[in-house]
Nanobody, 124 residues
Framework: QVQIEESGGGLVQPGGSLRLSCRAS????????MAWYRQAPGNQRDFVAL??????????EYADSAKGRFTISRDDNKNAAYLQMNSLKPGDTAVYYC???????????????WGQGAQVTVSS
């Protein structure tokens, strides 16, 4: 029905940058919210950033740990979201999950979908 594909994870040195991509495909009418979460080993899944649209303008929100270093963006023509991560720290090491709130064809309520996760490792 809806597929979420993530890409862009990898190994980077402290202070480096990575860009994660997330693209939704399938029976999509619209996407209100696109977000990123992360989960480090032994920890719960934590919110990182979201971008929400009302069709006219976008609203972004960040976790305190991401403010000033990460930037979330979206391309509605591609049903895609991106997370630009700069000044990465070892504490950013985690599996990053894309979250998409999708209104699908034939429904009246949005349904949440998750990506498969992308490993980000920050290490020297």
């Amino acid at each position: 029905q809806v597929q979420i594909e993530e890409s862009g994870g990898g190994l980077v040195q402290p202070g480096g940058s990575l860009r994660l991509s997330c693209r939704a495909s399938g029976s999509i009418v619209s996407i209100e919210t696109m977000a990123w979460y992360r989960q480090a080993p032994g920890n719960q899944r934590d919110f990182v950033a979201l971008v929400r649209t009302n069709g006219i303008s976008d609203y972004s929100e960040y976790a305190d740990s991401a403010k000033g270093r990460f930037t979330i963006s979206r391309d509605d023509n591609k049903n895609a979201a991106y997370l630009q991560m700069n000044s990465l720290k070892p504490g950013d090491t985690a599996v990053y999950y894309c979250y998409v709130d999708v209104l699908t064809i034939g429904t009246r309520q949005s349904t949440p979908f998750w990506g498969q996760g992308a490993q980000v490792t920050v290490s020297s």
